[in-house]
């Protein structure tokens, strides 16, 4: 507990050094012990600096993952969210749904360091290292958010988008319907399941998994092309707590009115883009969250699935 404790302090005056005598007499231990915590978190990878005159300082750019750094970065905002960590996990989505079937009914957030199955949508893989993403999943239960689940990603990705932007000054876009884009490429995707009782039919909970690709990855071969990073220095723990805080603050009760962000938003509105094998144009994002696409010979549809992909050289 001591050194949860002494960690979370650490968290919360990131860049601002706290004496060993002052932690030692909050928690009624010896400067001993504090110094062994210290030490031991520093051999977990934490950039504490030590100085003689001040104490302890964790730097503002120290990247571990802990729970304790998402709690202290959430600062009290979200009451009730369980949050949990895991070093490894097939895939934060399984984990949270293992969670749902055992009987969990609260609200939580699952974060990994790395998965080693994660997945996007439609059967796809989403490669998940250790040290440079960020990997979570968010269990909400659906009584508290009330309104259509259908467009579950589209409020998921304005607030993941609203965090970014305005957390992290990143010129971040999104590509119809889960897609997260720097540039012209990839940076991260959104995979919301639905958890449903069979004997009722109703949707009990939702898993909202959020994939964000954060500084710099030796992308496999495939994914050179495509797949980009945020190049952001924040503190994966801080640009976690971002985006929750954003997610509750999000309006799942009226989702139509994010769209008119999302539309401003959209990297694919007004471009030709591919559509399975054919070049259509994005013509506009309906009222219910759907792609309307106009094709060659004139014909409007509204799609609401499917792949849609840039044309590289636009
Ligand atoms: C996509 O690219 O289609 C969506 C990617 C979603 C990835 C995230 S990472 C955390 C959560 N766990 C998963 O297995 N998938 C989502």
Not at 27 to 34: E, H, I, P
Not at 108 to 130: C, D, H, I, N, W
Not at 214 to 232: D, R
């Amino acid at each position: 507990m001591l050194k949860e404790d002494i960690l979370y302090e650490l968290e919360t005056h990131r860049d601002i050094p706290i004496s060993g005598q002052e932690l030692a007499d909050r928690f009624s231990v010896s400067r001993n012990a504090v110094w062994k915590v210290m030490k031991s978190l520093k051999e977990e990878g934490y950039s504490i600096i030590s100085t003689r005159n001040k104490g302890y300082v964790l730097e503002g750019s120290s990247d571990v993952l802990s729970k304790e750094g998402i709690l202290a970065a959430l600062d009290g905002e979200v009451p009730g969210l369980e949050v949990y960590l895991f070093q490894e996990v097939d895939s934060t989505n399984n984990e949270a749904k293992r969670m749902l079937a055992s009987g969990f009914a609260g609200n939580a957030l699952l974060v990994a360091e790395s998965q080693t199955m994660g997945r996007g949508r439609r059967g796809k893989s989403f490669y998940s290292p250790a040290g440079t993403g960020l990997y979570m999943s968010l269990i909400l239960q659906t009584e508290e958010l009330k309104g259509p689940l259908s467009m579950l990603t589209i409020v998921t990705a304005c607030g993941v988008l609203r965090a970014l932007q305005n957390e992290a000054g990143i010129d971040i876009k999104v590509k119809w319907v889960n897609d997260l884009f720097v540039g012209n490429k990839k940076a991260g995707g959104i995979l919301s399941e639905a958890i449903t009782d069979l004997e009722s039919g109703k949707t009990e909970a939702v898993v909202i998994g959020i994939g964000i690709n954060v500084t710099e990855a030796a992308f496999p071969e495939e994914l050179k092309e495509v797949a980009t990073v945020l190049h952001t220095d924040i503190p994966r723990n801080c640009l976690i707590a971002s985006i929750v805080k954003e997610l509750y603050k999000s309006n799942w009760t009226d989702p139509v009115a994010e769209l008119p962000f999302y539309r401003a938003n959209s990297l694919v509105l007004g471009q030709k883009v591919w559509y399975d094998e054919e070049e259509v144009l994005a013509e506009a994002i309906d009222e219910s969250g759907g792609l309307v696409i106009c094709h060659g010979d004139g014909r409007r549809e509204g799609i609401r699935g499917g792949n849609i992909r840039l044309i590289r050289n636009q």
